[in-house]
């Protein structure tokens, strides 16, 4: 008994001490399952760790066209992309954000024509290689899938298909 109040009580500390969603926490579910087999008078020696799956292996490459680090920094160094994130977190602010699926056909329609419109004034080409068609098509094809796709995102867009980056 003393044993079990031991190891609840170092898997609170190191609980609190540690997100869950970390490295850590197939040590915490292993620690968990050895003190309930242990409970329930199991000997094993050695319990399996829960793999966590690498969060950029379950992003699908379409929902973030070109994304990571690098193609962030570009948007970024990029003369209009400050200005580019800003207007387009203004978009998610005003219409819904880019990713949710709730918004509906007319959020993804309304969404898609006010980012042709700052497209235009950001590169200077009005509906360049039909913008407005294809940023509506990813949206929908984004929200058929659940993935994710931010203000940056969305600039690597729209940059990316007027030849920016």
């Known amino acids: 008994m003393r044993s079990l109040l031991l190891r609840v009580a170092l898997l609170s500390a190191f609980l609190v001490i540690s997100p869950l969603n970390g490295p850590c926490r197939g040590v ?16 094993e020696e050695s ?22 680090e690098d193609a962030e920094s570009m948007v970024r160094n990029h003369p209009k992309g400050e200005e580019c994130i800003k207007v387009a977190e203004e978009l998610e602010r005003e219409v819904g954000l880019f990713d949710n699926s709730g918004i509906g056909a007319d959020g993804r329609k309304k969404i898609a024509e006010k ?51």
Not at 28 to 43: K, Q, R, T, Y
Not at 118 to 143: C, R
Not at 148 to 154: K, L, P, Q, S
Request: glycine share 8%.
């Open 115 to 165: 980012m042709k419109e700052h497209a235009d004034k950001v590169t200077g080409k009005d509906n360049h290689n039909e913008f407005q068609q294809a940023f509506h098509a990813h949206l929908e094809k984004l929200h058929s899938s659940s993935g994710t796709f931010g203000a940056i995102d969305a600039c690597i867009f729209l940059l990316k298909h007027h030849d920016e980056l």
């Open 28 to 43: 915490v579910v292993a620690a968990a399952e050895e003190s309930a087999d242990e409970d329930a008078g199991g000997d």
């Open 47 to 68: 319990i399996e760790e829960e793999e966590e799956p690498d969060a950029m292996e379950d992003q699908d490459e379409t929902n973030t066209p070109g994304g990571g």
